[in-house]
Every structure is written in structure tokens, then in C-alpha cells.
């Protein structure tokens, strides 16, 4: 009986220091868009944040929505109090500028079906809304990212932070059958 009572103590532990380690990343973001970002657009979305670059395509008709095609270039980083660590990325500018290596890397344009599970909640979440031509930074802790896994070499617990040129949305009323 004291052994499970441990057991469950060491879990409830473990449980309130993840979601502490959650609720100061999420502190952090919010600290480095509004003192990085107070010029730009940001749009909050179910615990991801998007930080709009160029505002001149908020103006522009068909926003990315569920079913849609979304053509996209991106690069991934760790979040701690910035965004530090590229992990991935096809675009070949920010590869050759960070001094990303890779054996096979693949500079070619993402193309995805969009759905509300295409990718982790938190970019999906990101980058629902955007626009074609839009440039954006997204912003999640890792609640909303892989959480308690390690993922390549992306740490367990990690807050991402990925940014995304979209170069094309496909309405999915547009596709040719």
C-alpha cells in the first residue's frame, strides 16, 4: 500500500512539473511577441500563436480552412526564450544561412492536405487562417507540440516555435478531379 501511495505521489510530481514547465513557456512566448512583435499582427488559437510578417496579404480572399491545399516552406526551431535550435527545414536559404546538415535534405515546397490532424495540433492550430503568400512565425509550448516525447532531436517538454512561408492555399472547392 505505501509503495503505490509513492507511486502515485511521484506521478502527481512529475504531472504539476510538466504543467508548470508548460505554463512558463507559455509565459515566455507571450513575453517575446509582445516585446519583439508589438507592430505586427498576432492571432491567438487554441494555445498556438501566430505572429503575421507581412500584413499586406491580410487583406487578400481564401484564408487556409479544414480540407483546403496548403503549399508551404518552413523552418523549425526550439523555443526557450526566442526561437534557437533549427531542428528542420526546407528552406534551403535558412539551411545554408544557419549551417543546417542534413544527408538527404529535401528544399522542395510541402504540400498537405490540411486537416485537424495533418501535423501537431500546434501548427495546425497556427496555421489555420493563413493566407497565400503570407510570411509567419508560430508559436506553441509543448502541450500543444509532442509533449512528453522526444521526437529526432527535438527534447521531451519542448516549447517550437516554427516559421512559415506559405506559398500557396488551394481551396478545396478549386481542385480539379
Not at 509582445?34 to 499586406?56: L, P
Not at 519542448?158 to 506559405?166: Q, R
Request: proline fraction near 2%; charge should be negative; charged fraction near 20%.
Amino acid at each position: 500500500m505505501t509503495l503505490l501511495a509513492a507511486a502515485a505521489m511521484a506521478c502527481s510530481c512529475s504531472k504539476e512539473s510538466k504543467e508548470l514547465t508548460v505554463a512558463d513557456q507559455e509565459a515566455a512566448i507571450e513575453s517575446y511577441i509582445s516585446s519583439n512583435f508589438s507592430d505586427c499582427r498576432v492571432i491567438h488559437r487554441n494555445g498556438s500563436n501566430r505572429i503575421v510578417i507581412d500584413s499586406t496579404v491580410l487583406s487578400l480572399p481564401d484564408s487556409l480552412e479544414y480540407g483546403d491545399s496548403l503549399h508551404f516552406y518552413y523552418a523549425g526551431y526550439i523555443f526557450t526564450s526566442s526561437p534557437t535550435g533549427l531542428f528542420c527545414t526546407n528552406n534551403e536559404t535558412v539551411a545554408a544561412e544557419s549551417g543546417y546538415n542534413v544527408s538527404d535534405p529535401d528544399f522542395s515546397v510541402r504540400k498537405t492536405l490540411f486537416t485537424e490532424d495533418c501535423m501537431i495540433s500546434g501548427l495546425v492550430n497556427g496555421l489555420y487562417g493563413v493566407r497565400q503568400g503570407e510570411h509567419c512565425i508560430v508559436l506553441f509550448s509543448a502541450k500543444h507540440g509532442f509533449y512528453d516525447d522526444r521526437v529526432y532531436n527535438i527534447p521531451k517538454l519542448s516549447a517550437l516555435a516554427f516559421e512559415i512561408w506559405v506559398e500557396r492555399v488551394i481551396k478545396k472547392e478549386n481542385f480539379t478531379k
